[in-house]
């Protein structure tokens, strides 16, 4: 397998013999994982390879699809156009409800891949007339250096770009991918930092911080809650939730609020109930937010 040098890591600060001289500390995600050599960050996208951070994720796209912009969902970007959906394998995130965990709970080693280029992803594009690539299906965040020479080409060729991502990057390198994509979908699963943890094994306070900065940046935002019973469907935190959207500025950003089917590792519970995800919808517009869309009923 193709690798590259890795883009956001340094030598290991501290030094002993468990870590080696050869040990990195990979700074893309706030997990901020320190590697010992030949060892993958959680993500499984990014080794260390003999005191050089790597990514595995280079050239090698498990999904490449034409998909409608509002599959996203984007339903105030280019609405009506279609978008190139790519993905190469891996996450930093570890949901419990996860749909596609048969590819982001993966390495790329371990998927069945397509060797494209980010040029031959513009040539795609090209060829199939779409206005836009989207970066999605698993964590795009994961797969960065791809996403930024692929968004970087596009912009050359006046295609638009698209990231589906749950937010979970570290500040430098979401303000330097801010320059080359046009919109964003964030998935904000979860407003109690720690059923947040629990369920995505990640940090709460990092994904709000990335929507801030897509605001400042003037990315196009729309956001997704998926409400999950246990987890995310309290709908006291859910208000909770929409009162900081609306006082930071979001309130006339798109919130797509997501029916949960049972799934992966929570099988075991049940649908969200229809009556829920519509008195969601109640709530979030009348604390202010002006595009609310009620999504799986």
Same mark, same amino acid.
């Given at each position: 397998?193709?690798?590259?040098?890795?883009?956001?890591?340094?030598?290991?600060?501290? /030094?002993?013999?468990?870590?080696?001289?050869?040990?990195? #500390? +990979?700074?893309?995600? &706030?997990?901020?994982?320190?590697?010992?050599?030949?060892?993958?960050?959680?993500?499984?996208?990014?080794?260390?390879? =003999? %005191?050089?951070?790597?990514?595995?994720?280079?050239?090698?796209?498990?999904?490449?699809?034409?998909?409608?912009?509002?599959?996203?969902?984007?339903?105030?970007?280019?609405?009506?156009?279609?978008?190139?959906?790519?993905?190469?394998?891996?996450?930093?995130?570890?949901?419990?409800? +996860? /749909?596609?965990?048969?590819?982001? /709970?993966?390495?790329?080693?371990?998927?069945?891949?397509?060797?494209? *280029?980010?040029?031959?992803?513009?040539?795609?594009?090209?060829?199939?007339?779409? &206005?836009?690539?989207?970066?999605? @299906?698993?964590?795009?965040?994961? @797969?960065?250096?791809?996403?930024?020479?692929?968004?970087?080409?596009?912009?050359?060729?006046?295609?638009? *770009?698209?990231?589906?991502?749950?937010?979970?990057?570290?500040?430098?390198?979401?303000?330097?991918? +801010?320059? @080359?994509?046009?919109?964003?979908?964030?998935?904000?699963? +979860?407003?109690?930092?720690?059923?947040?943890?629990?369920?995505?094994?990640?940090?709460?306070?990092?994904?709000?911080?990335?929507?801030?900065?897509?605001?400042?940046? =003037?990315?196009?935002?729309?956001?997704?809650?998926?409400?999950?019973? /246990?987890?995310?469907?309290?709908?006291? *935190?859910? #208000?909770?939730?929409?009162?900081?959207?609306? =006082?930071?500025?979001?309130?006339?950003? &798109?919130?797509?609020?997501?029916?949960?089917?049972?799934?992966?590792?929570?099988?075991?519970?049940?649908?969200?109930?229809? *009556?829920?995800?519509?008195?969601?919808?109640?709530?979030?517009?009348?604390?202010?937010? =002006?595009?609310?869309?009620? %999504?799986?009923?």
């Amino acid at each position: 397998m193709e690798e590259h040098v890795a883009l956001y890591w340094q030598k290991a600060g501290k /030094q002993d013999n468990n870590l080696h001289n050869h040990a990195v #500390e +990979c700074m893309l995600c &706030p997990h901020n994982c320190i590697l010992k050599e030949e060892q993958k960050g959680i993500c499984k996208t990014r080794e260390n390879h =003999k %005191g050089t951070l790597c990514t595995l994720a280079w050239n090698n796209p498990c999904s490449i699809c034409l998909d409608p912009i509002e599959k996203k969902p984007l339903n105030h970007f280019l609405p009506g156009t279609k978008t190139l959906s790519i993905a190469i394998a891996g996450c930093n995130m570890r949901c419990l409800n +996860c /749909q596609n965990y048969n590819i982001s /709970q993966k390495s790329p080693k371990e998927t069945a891949n397509y060797n494209y *280029t980010p040029a031959a992803i513009i040539e795609l594009a090209k060829k199939y007339n779409t &206005p836009s690539i989207s970066f999605t @299906y698993t964590e795009p965040t994961v @797969y960065y250096e791809y996403m930024l020479a692929t968004a970087k080409l596009a912009h050359q060729n006046n295609i638009k *770009t698209v990231i589906v991502s749950n937010g979970y990057i570290n500040k430098k390198p979401l303000q330097e991918l +801010c320059n @080359y994509i046009d919109a964003a979908n964030i998935d904000l699963k +979860c407003f109690d930092p720690a059923l947040h943890l629990k369920l995505t094994g990640a940090k709460l306070q990092p994904v709000l911080d990335s929507l801030l900065l897509l605001k400042r940046g =003037k990315i196009w935002l729309e956001i997704t809650h998926l409400m999950i019973p /246990q987890y995310s469907n309290n709908l006291q *935190t859910f #208000e909770k939730m929409c009162q900081w959207l609306v =006082k930071k500025g979001f309130d006339s950003t &798109p919130l797509h609020i997501n029916r949960f089917f049972p799934q992966n590792e929570l099988v075991h519970l049940p649908a969200t109930p229809v *009556t829920t995800i519509k008195e969601a919808g109640r709530i979030a517009t009348q604390a202010g937010i =002006k595009h609310v869309y009620l %999504g799986n009923i």
